[in-house]
């Protein structure tokens, strides 16, 4: 609904829609922030475009640093962190000591995102709609690459699939950008 008001510049409705989809999976405000881009530089809309960015990357950040640990049952005593971190394999017990990690060894989470699995993951995705469609409106298929490589990076298997749903979030925009190059 949000990426059809997009289309047909119904910015309220879009708002609307963009809002119920934040109530849907934490990681949607990668999606939210990605369509507040794509308003700046694509369509020059300043005043629709840096609210929805802000409010994507702050749903995100809130809700993953904040919301979801808050409820979810620590696996040890006074464990804090994004319990969906497991699915990227880093190692640290916080958020500084991760981030220590990955910025120490980088190779190892960009390796995943473009390793022979990651590249069979990117063809489960591109097949069903046609290799060329998406690509008709690229600039409506850039708004999932954040889900992509986030999709991408895991060190699970079930993650490049959608068994576990993460995928999910990037097919109303492949389908879309489909849609809006046809």
């Known amino acids: 609904w949000a990426l059809y008001a997009l289309y047909m510049g119904q910015r309220k409705r879009m708002v609307v829609a963009l809002l119920l989809a934040l109530l849907c999976k934490e990681n949607i405000g990668l999606v939210v922030f990605m369509i507040g881009l794509y308003l700046i530089f694509f369509e020059r809309d300043w005043k629709w475009g840096i609210p929805v960015a802000l409010v994507g990357v702050t749903w995100l950040l809130a809700v993953s640093l904040w919301v ?85 990076a895991s060190c699970l298997g079930s993650m490049h699939r959608l068994e576990s749903w993460y995928l999910a979030e990037a097919l109303p925009g492949l389908f879309a950008a489909v849609a809006v190059g046809l």
Do not use: H
């Open 68 to 152: 979801v640990p808050a409820l979810a049952q620590p696996k040890t005593e006074g464990a804090a962190l994004y319990p969906q971190l497991g699915v990227f394999c880093l190692e640290g017990e916080s958020y500084g000591e991760i981030l220590a990690n990955v910025l120490r060894e980088p190779g190892v989470l960009v390796g995943r995102i473009f390793d022979s699995e990651a590249l069979l993951a990117l063809l489960r995705i591109a097949i069903p709609v046609g290799l060329i469609l998406p690509f008709l409106a690229s600039d409506w298929l850039l708004m999932i690459v954040p889900s992509l490589l986030y999709m991408l």
